[in-house]
Nanobody, 124 residues
């Protein structure tokens, strides 16, 4: 079975940095896109960032310049480096995979597999 496990969430102050990671296992195909979504209480799950197998990236406008997505294909791992965190970044962050060689600005329904999420809380 496919399993995605996120780690790195926690409580930080506004302006601080945090790094998330997600390790995938059980995938039988290569060349899959990976991404991050987030969901705050009372809001819909929203796209944060994605990265293709070859490293092409997309970002939500509000995190552009602050967040950096990267991946290590040998480790089946995707990372999200979050700098200059703001209270509005507070959410459960989910790792997701889509069986696609390319990547895009995804909707949640585009993704094939999901992790259980890790909570990021940014205090004001």
């Amino acid at each position: 079975q496919v399993q995605l496990v996120e780690s790195g969430g926690g409580l930080v102050q506004a302006g601080d940095s945090l790094s998330l990671s997600c390790v995938a296992s059980g995938l039988t195909d290569r060349d899959y896109a990976m991404g991050w979504f987030r969901q705050a209480p009372g809001k819909e799950r929203e796209f944060v960032s994605s990265i293709s197998w070859r490293g092409h990236t997309y970002y939500l406008n509000s995190v552009k310049g602050r967040f950096t997505i990267s991946r290590d294909n040998a480790k089946n791992t995707v990372y999200l480096q979050m700098n200059s965190l703001k209270p509005e970044d507070t959410a459960v962050y989910y790792c997701a995979v889509r069986n696609s060689y390319y990547t895009d600005y995804y909707r949640a329904s585009d993704m094939d597999y999901w992790g259980k999420g890790t909570l990021v809380t940014v205090s004001s």
